[in-house]
Every structure is written in structure tokens, then in C-alpha cells.
């Protein structure tokens, strides 16, 4: 195996890692307990859920491989914060949204070659690419992968 293989395979296992870990915590929390805040006055893991699912369906565009399934969880989750009058969808609609959107991110993360991980993501030209060649598919994930991590740790502050 070289080295792109290497950390494609690696960034990959982490990301999906932390997928599963995120679904096995979401699964286990009960309506309720998503329903609720973090903390006093946090947000709620409601929020966190579409909060999350809207990063990861943005990532299909992002990284060239795909379209996205959920736009209208931009609104709600990503432009405004917790807690405000916006239209949300339910808690059972984004159970659903999040278990698709990382079916289809998985799918199409595992389908690229070693080579691929490495081209640039859709958020950077191309000669800031050639300036900044970090600036790659690889990154976004492993960026990604770290994000999940953060707010799974949030999440999990619900099971008590």
C-alpha cells in the first residue's frame, strides 16, 4: 500500500468511525432526550442532529461527488442558531435525513481512488490549489471527521 492509500484509507476509517459512533448515540437517545439541551441554556441535541446532517450533506457538493439531498436544512441549522422561530423539521424526519446523508457521503467517499482524495475540493480555485495543495479532499474529511467528533461528545451529554 503507498502512501496515498495509506492516509486515504486512514481518513476514511475515521471519518466512518466516527459516523457509526455518532449514529450508535443518536440511535440510543430517546425523542426526548434529543429534544433537550446540551446545558442550560445550549443548544438542544435536536439542533446538533440537523446541525450535523446539513454539514455532511453539504460536503457531497464540497468535494465534487455528489448533489445534495437536504438544502432546506441550511436555514435551520446552519444560518441561525438554536432556538429560533424558523421551521424545523421533526425529530423522526431528521433521524431519517442523517442516516441517508451519510449512506450516500460513505458511498461515495469509498468509491474514490487514491489519487481523488487528493484533488481540490470545490471551495478553492484552482490556483490557490497550486499555492495550496493541503487545500484537497483528504483534508475536508479529516476536518469533518474532527467536527463529528466535537458535537458527538456534546451528544452524548444527553444520556444522563
Known amino acids: 500500500m503507498d502512501q496515498k492509500q495509506l492516509s486515504a484509507k486512514i481518513a476514511l476509517d475515521t471519518f466512518t468511525g466516527q459516523?457509526?459512533?455518532?449514529?450508535?448515540?443518536?440511535?440510543?437517545?430517546?425523542?426526548?432526550?434529543?429534544a433537550g439541551e446540551i446545558s442550560p441554556g445550549r443548544n438542544t441535541g435536536t439542533y446538533l442532529l440537523g446541525h450535523l446532517?446539513?454539514?455532511?450533506?453539504?460536503?457531497?457538493p464540497l468535494l465534487g461527488i455528489g448533489h445534495r439531498a437536504h438544502p432546506d436544512l441550511d436555514e435551520p441549522f446552519l444560518k441561525n442558531p438554536d432556538k429560533t422561530d424558523l421551521p424545523k423539521p421533526g425529530i423522526t424526519a431528521l433521524r431519517t435525513a442523517w442516516k441517508e446523508v451519510n449512506d450516500i457521503l460513505?458511498?461515495?467517499?469509498?468509491a474514490l481512488t487514491p489519487d481523488q482524495w487528493y484533488e481540490r475540493h470545490t471551495a478553492v480555485s484552482e490556483e490557490d490549489f497550486a499555492k495550496e495543495p493541503h487545500r484537497n479532499r483528504l483534508n475536508v474529511v479529516i476536518g469533518r471527521a474532527g467536527h463529528l467528533a466535537y458535537h458527538l461528545g456534546q451528544l452524548a451529554l444527553l444520556k444522563s
Not at 446532517?53 to 457531497?60: G, Q, R, S
Not at 460513505?106 to 469509498?110: D, F, G, P, V
Request: negative net charge.
Open 53 to 60: 446532517t446539513a454539514v455532511h450533506d453539504a460536503m457531497l
Open 106 to 110: 460513505t458511498s461515495k467517499l469509498s
Open 19 to 34: 459516523v457509526s459512533r455518532a449514529g450508535k448515540v443518536i440511535d440510543a437517545l430517546t425523542d426526548e432526550q434529543l
